[in-house]
Nanobody, 124 residues
Framework: QVQLVESGGGLVQAGDSLRLSCAAS????????MGWFRQAPGKEREFVAA????????YSPTSVRGRFTISRDNAKNTVYLQMNSLEPEDTAVYYC?????????????????WGQGTQVTVSS
C-alpha cells in the first residue's frame, strides 16, 4: 500500500509561482509512474502532468505545458509540481497519484493510489 500526502498549496496572485510536493510512504515510488491531477469546483478531475519512474519522460497537456513542470526525487520518495505563471483558471484542488503499470497515462482510472489533495487558489 502507498500513502501519498500533498503539500505546498495556497493562495497566490496571478503570475505567481508555487511548488507542490507529494511525499510517499509505505512503499518506494521508484518503480511507479507518478501523476498530478486537479479538480475545480463543479468540474471533472483533469490530468496535469505525469513522469516515468526514471524521469526520462514527462507528459502534460497543452493547457499547462511550458508553465508546469513535474519532477521527482526517488531518493526522497517525493514528486514535485513546479507551477509558474499561474492563472485564475488554475484554481483547483491538486492531487498526486501513483500508477503501478509502466507507460505514461493521463487517465484517472489507470492510477492506483491517490493523495487527499492540496488547494491552490489563484486570484486575479
Amino acid at each position: 500500500q502507498v500513502q501519498l500526502v500533498e503539500s505546498g498549496g495556497g493562495l497566490v496572485q496571478a503570475g505567481d509561482s508555487l511548488r507542490l510536493s507529494c511525499a510517499a510512504s509505505g512503499r518506494t515510488l521508484s518503480s511507479y509512474i507518478m501523476g498530478w491531477f486537479r479538480q475545480a469546483p463543479g468540474k471533472e478531475r483533469e490530468f496535469v502532468a505525469a513522469i516515468t519512474a526514471s524521469s526520462v519522460r514527462t507528459y502534460s497537456p497543452t493547457s499547462v505545458r511550458g508553465r508546469f513542470t513535474i519532477s521527482r526525487d526517488n531518493a526522497k520518495n517525493t514528486v514535485y509540481l513546479q507551477m509558474n505563471s499561474l492563472e485564475p483558471e488554475d484554481t483547483a484542488v491538486y492531487y498526486c497519484a501513483a500508477d503501478r503499470t509502466p507507460g505514461l497515462s493521463a487517465r484517472n482510472r489507470d492510477y492506483d493510489y491517490w493523495g487527499q489533495g492540496t488547494q491552490v487558489t489563484v486570484s486575479s
